[in-house]
DNA sequence: TACTGGTGCGCG
DNA sequence: AAAGCGCGCACCAGTA
């Protein structure tokens, strides 16, 4: 048999077990070995360990089958889920036929965020239709949908995009798993402290803590109410209504601008309260074991290709709070962000030489304010953001037109997936990721208003539906754009850290997971952000590769064009901002 | 009792 | 009641 290393290697069930299938580069198949469930860990840790390129595991769902393998101490370094490129693939404009995986509709299916139980057979014979499987699908599906994706790759209009599309997404699925399994450190005894810093002593029973209360009871006096209700909007607004506080809403922002003595301690009663629901005691006794936090990562959660998560509200961890995440002994933690990651990468998109060359090496909003446009670093963040989203009102519509005279390559782009959206047409991300089509209550909506006999309620709204589809396709091609780059950039940076040498450091041994305990891994992802856990002695040779990895992001998406992408990164114990 | 929708606010 | 995108979650109120 000739030995050239096979490039796919899908994994699926069939009448007798498990199967891997060895596929070379041209999708042929190279071998067939049936496993027995207990065999897959060892098999695929044979190939992860044997010399050269690895395959890239083709498998229906990566949670599916990775966490498991985690469990057990098995990585790979690669592999493709079908689930999520069914999905791309399925609405990406630059595909010249989608019928086929429009058809697959078994692959629909949406992502299975319960981790798997413990009790449950995983790779057990199941009932094979969509809606009551369990287990994973049969290789034959697996073959047939892996062939219909490379077919629709192969077609596209450009396939290295969706090539390089599909394999940030398949990395991210990896990543999310790794980073449940290994657990933001997480030191409960610093949580509690600020919680006490700042709500007083935890309750004993069922009562609220002692500066929660004592606000309460400021807010019921100043609204000469003892009984009035502050967790109950209608009757808030009442309250306030009484005590002449004539606002329209009970937020914050419109509190703000009353004068009254209510107004100061109902704002810090509010901002305590949520602070106690959210991330109280509750919170911590719930998500927070072992030391580690340990939250369900979404990939493609949102609509735009950004993550989102499940349980645990991992994504808005407030600031207050950052000071519990904490490194273990002898570890320390590399925390990186993009600056200004969004309008980069519209620069970029644009070929915007002016706004990459304001972005260039520095704060963008300070080359901005430099070329003109505008005059403070404050202006050219809220003209800037309002070009994003589409603002036409207040400060930030003033300053979009002057943005417009300076960057009009930038600013056409935007406008024009604006215009597109508005005129119920589809979006893409640089690397093909696809807006959905407008809802047919949309399309409907749309029609009514040009009828002769439309109502002006008719044309009212369908204005302002349009509107709103503009603003969500001007703010979607950027959005899901910085989120491949953010994707891209955290793909290389795990191989990157893959090659790291393992310590024999045991400090974080059983906590991190079996996969982690002794080497640099990556424990927090949000949006433009990062955090890895590393052996101290590794911390300066990580930041390195943080750093190197947005580099080769930028190159991989951009290619020459002259955009970068500075990172804010420290090395400290813990996650606070200093 | 279980659901849905509205409100408010945390994150980017 | 936001102007201006994308989320998740807690809580309340109204309804089935």
Request: glycine share 8%.
């Amino acid at each position: 048999m000739t030995s050239s290393p096979p490039a796919w290697i899908v994994v699926g069930r069939s009448p007798d077990g498990l199967v891997s299938v060895a596929l070379d580069a041209d999708g042929a198949e190279i071998e067939r070995r049936s496993l027995d469930d207990d065999a897959l860990p060892g098999e695929i840790r044979r190939v992860e360990n044997a010399d050269g390129p690895g395959p890239r595991w083709v498998w229906s769902d990566t949670p599916e089958w990775y966490e498991r393998l985690l469990d057990v101490g098995v990585r790979v370094a690669r592999c493709h889920d079908l689930r999520l490129c069914h999905a791309i693939l399925r609405d990406s404009r630059l595909v010249a036929d989608a019928a086929d995986l429009r058809a697959a509709t078994a692959w629909d299916a949406a992502a299975s965020v319960e981790p798997a139980r413990d009790d449950q057979a995983l790779f057990a014979l199941e009932d094979e239709s969509p809606a009551r499987r369990v287990g994973p699908p049969s290789v034959a599906a697996a073959l047939e949908e892996f062939a219909r994706q490379r077919d629709a790759i192969r077609a596209a209009a450009d396939p290295g995009r969706l090539r390089l599309l599909c394999s940030a997404e398949s990395a991210g699925a990896l990543i999310a798993a790794e980073l449940r399994h290994a657990g933001l450190p997480w030191d409960a005894a610093v949580h509690d402290r600020i919680l006490v810093d700042i709500l007083g002593e935890r309750p004993r029973g069922t009562g609220a803590p002692a500066r929660l209360d004592e606000l309460a009871k400021r807010v019921r006096q100043e609204l000469d109410d003892p009984t009035a209700s502050l967790d109950s909007q209608p009757k808030l607004l009442q309250a306030l209504h009484r005590a002449g506080v004539m606002v329209h809403s009970t937020s914050r922002w419109e509190l703000a601008e009353h004068e009254h003595p209510v107004i100061e301690p109902l704002i810090e009663y509010r901002r305590l309260s949520r602070l106690l629901s959210a991330n109280g005691w509750n919170w911590l006794s719930e998500w927070v074991h072992d030391g580690r936090f340990r939250p369900v990562y979404v990939p493609a959660g949102v609509v735009t290709g950004r993550w989102a998560s499940s349980g645990g509200g991992a994504l808005q961890i407030p600031r207050q709070l950052r000071g519990a995440v904490r490194a273990d002994p002898g570890w320390a933690f590399v925390v990186a962000d993009v600056a200004q990651l969004e309008p980069r990468v519209l620069a970029a998109m644009a070929r915007d030489v002016d706004l990459a060359a304001a972005a260039r090496g520095r704060d963008l909003y300070a080359g901005v304010v430099e070329s003109g446009a505008v005059s403070t670093r404050q202006e050219a963040k809220i003209a800037l953001l309002g070009a994003m989203y589409g603002a036409t009102t207040g400060d930030s519509g003033r300053l979009v037109p002057r943005l417009r005279r300076t960057y009009p390559r930038s600013m056409a782009l935007v406008d024009a997936a604006a215009r597109t959206g508005e005129d119920g047409g589809v979006v893409s991300t640089w690397l093909g990721r696809t807006a959905p089509a407008p809802s047919p209550a949309w399309t409907t909506a749309q029609s009514r208003a040009s009828d002769p006999d439309a109502t002006e309620g008719d044309v009212t709204r369908a204005r302002r539906w349009a509107r709103d589809r503009g603003r969500f396709t001007r703010n979607f091609v950027v959005q899901g754009t910085a989120a491949e780059w953010a994707l891209v950039w955290l793909g290389d940076l795990r191989a990157r850290l893959a090659a790291f040498p393992r310590t024999d450091d045991r400090a974080s041994a059983g906590r991190s997971g079996a996969s982690f305990a002794h080497q640099a891994h990556l424990v927090f992802f949000l949006h433009d952000e990062l955090i890895v856990h590393t052996p101290a002695a590794d911390a300066e040779r990580v930041a390195e590769a943080v750093r190197a990895s947005a580099a080769a992001a930028a190159g991989l998406l951009f290619g020459s064009f002259p955009i970068d992408f500075p990172l804010d990164l420290r090395i400290a114990q813990t996650a606070e901002k200093s």
